[in-house]
């Protein structure tokens, strides 16, 4: 299932739906042309060894393709080795929902529901949940047995994702095999939390030749949960990943606030390593008030020494859009200004983190005026004179 092209001809085989396009990899442009010709512009050219968003190209005009999968074909190679190409119609503003699947030694497979992964930037998720706004009754049993089926044809054992887009919304909504993982994600906690099932350890059972404990009608799923990514990276700089030492690193903690990092606080963080501090996962009873615990508790946070994301977290959680479900993958690019111009609690936080070293309230420094507002206070330019007490 590494190879994207070959995937989508095993899922072909099994029934189940695969976004319209060529049917393996691409030989030359003269072939890119004829598939695009076929079903339609726009297309979007990728990598058969892709991930991660590298080695795919968006084309809306014929002129446009031989240029797209040069670029394509030079990325792939440089970041996967392989250079190998494959064409699909491009489904414009789709939400991005995967399936948790499992699979034993013993011929069982079942699904833990689904995870909306549509708040990405760059192809890279920012923000996960489960269960999906999008989803209803009828579409998640249709999702989750093409995810169950799409399993089976791969002949998979243990903790996997089947990966999809959707188009549309209701019963009516389609759907397209995006890709399988053949692994755990970083948002797997999401789907802990909701369905109340350790994971790691289902994986370990199976790996081992138990057999699942249970069957599908056996599962269900319970409340809601929202996983926040923390980066260290500046959201206003064009998210620049960040380094330095971690003066202070305060995890949030309480009922319904899980944090899973692989930092403490007076590690360097390195310009060598992808800069992911931690995955803040909290989950209650329904959507708001899940919104309402995330919020809270990123701003129970305090983290100095590297600029993070987290205010960029807070500016997509009280976006009366994402409170109404009303978004899908292209949302942060579209809403990005706004997003960026958003970070009053930024400020407050670092702020609170400053007092929590020193005692005192810190003095914050101005910043120039902002394009559309008045100037904003920048702690971090006073950084230099917090000091951890001896």
């Known amino acids: 299932m590494g190879d994207k092209a070959s995937a989508r001809a095993t899922m072909t085989a099994a029934g189940v ?10 030989a030359d442009a003269l072939e890119a042309e004829v598939v695009a010709q076929d079903i339609g512009l726009p297309v979007m050219v990728k990598a058969s060894a892709g991930g991660g968003g590298k080695g795919m190209r968006v084309v809306r005009a014929g002129g446009e393709l031989a240029g797209a999968l040069a670029g394509a074909r030079r990325e792939a190679t440089v970041a996967f080795g392989d250079g190998t190409l494959y064409v699909e119609r491009l489904v414009e503003q789709p939400r991005h929902v ?17 995870r909306e ?14 269960p999906s706004v999008v989803m209803t009754p009828s579409l998640r049993a249709r999702m989750g047995d093409a995810a169950v089926a799409a399993t089976r044809a791969a002949g998979y054992r243990n903790a996997g994702t089947i990966e999809f887009l959707v188009e549309g919304e209701g019963d009516a909504a389609r759907f397209y095999f ?7 994600q970083v948002e797997h906690p999401v789907t802990e939390a909701v369905s109340g099932i350790d994971l790691v350890h289902a994986q370990i059972a199976v790996a081992t ?6 069957s599908q009608d056996d599962l269900s799923p319970r409340g809601h949960a929202i996983e926040c990514r923390v980066y260290a990276e500046d959201p206003a700089n064009g998210f620049l990943p960040q380094a330095g030492r971690l003066l202070l690193y305060r ?6 606030i899980r944090v899973d990092s692989g930092v403490v606080e007076g590690n360097e963080v390195s310009v060598h390593y992808d800069p992911l ?26 983290v100095l020494g590297v600029r993070t994301n987290i205010p960029f977290l807070l500016a997509l959680l009280d976006h009366p859009l994402f409170a109404e479900g009303r ?21 407050e936080i670092a702020v609170a983190a400053a007092a929590c070293v020193t005692g005192v309230v810190a003095t914050a420094v101005p910043l120039p005026s902002a394009p559309d507002g008045p100037a904003r206070p920048d702690p971090w330019l006073a950084l230099s004179s917090w000091r951890r007490p001896v």
């Open 17 to 26: 739906p695969v976004t319209p396009g060529s049917e393996g990899i691409i």
């Open 98 to 114: 995967e399936f948790q699947v499992i699979a034993d030694h013993h011929g069982h497979v079942v699904h833990l529901f689904e």
């Open 117 to 130: 992964c549509s708040l990405q930037r760059r192809h890279q998720k920012v923000i996960e949940e489960s």
């Open 178 to 184: 995006l890709e399988m993982n053949t692994r755990l």
């Open 209 to 214: 030749g138990s057999p699942l404990p249970w």
């Open 251 to 256: 995890e949030p903690s309480g009922p319904g």
């Open 277 to 302: 501090l931690a995955k803040l996962v909290v989950s209650a009873e329904h959507r708001p008030a899940a919104i309402r615990r995330a919020r809270t508790a990123l701003r129970q946070f305090p």
């Open 327 to 347: 978004f899908d993958t292209g949302f942060i690019e579209r809403e990005l200004p706004a997003l960026l111009r958003s970070d009053a609690a930024g400020s």
